[in-house]
């Protein structure tokens, strides 16, 4: 298994996975032209697609594209505070009270990730 304990791959898994698969993919000989071997995570700022994934990033800050206005506006960046199973509640980056953005209305939502110290 090449998860690590927070759900991610490291650099080095990926690196191992291509070492083994390129190695037995030469073996095998199934291609007949020459090829690169490409093996990689979905990053940091994967999308959010299921409450599952909402779930894991409580606490972080994303920014969530919608189909439809939520409180008059159709992006909206903050911190993650809660995750249900219709919905989120974000507690916008200029501040102000929090907001419920449901699922339904998402377009696209990733983690915002910053680096702060």
């Known amino acids: 298994?090449?998860?690590?304990?927070?759900?991610?791959?490291?650099?080095?898994?990926?690196?191992?996975?291509?070492?083994?698969?390129?190695?037995?993919?030469?073996?095998?000989?199934?291609?007949?032209?020459?090829?690169?071997?490409?093996?990689?995570?979905?990053?940091?700022?994967?999308p959010l697609r299921t409450p599952r994934d909402w779930a894991r990033r409580v606490g972080e800050w994303v920014r969530v594209h919608l189909s439809e206005p939520v409180e008059g506006k159709r992006t909206w960046i903050g911190k993650l505070t809660q995750s249900g199973d219709d919905a989120a509640v974000l507690a916008p980056e200029k501040g102000g009270p929090e907001i419920t953005i449901p699922y339904r209305a998402v377009q696209l939502a990733r983690v915002d990730v910053r680096f702060e110290e």
């Open 1 to 46: 298994m090449y998860l690590d304990r927070q759900g991610g791959i490291t650099l080095g898994q990926c690196a191992e996975v291509s070492r083994e698969l390129g190695a037995q993919l030469e073996t095998d000989d199934l291609f007949a032209q020459a090829f690169t071997l490409e093996v990689s995570s979905p990053g940091l700022d994967r």
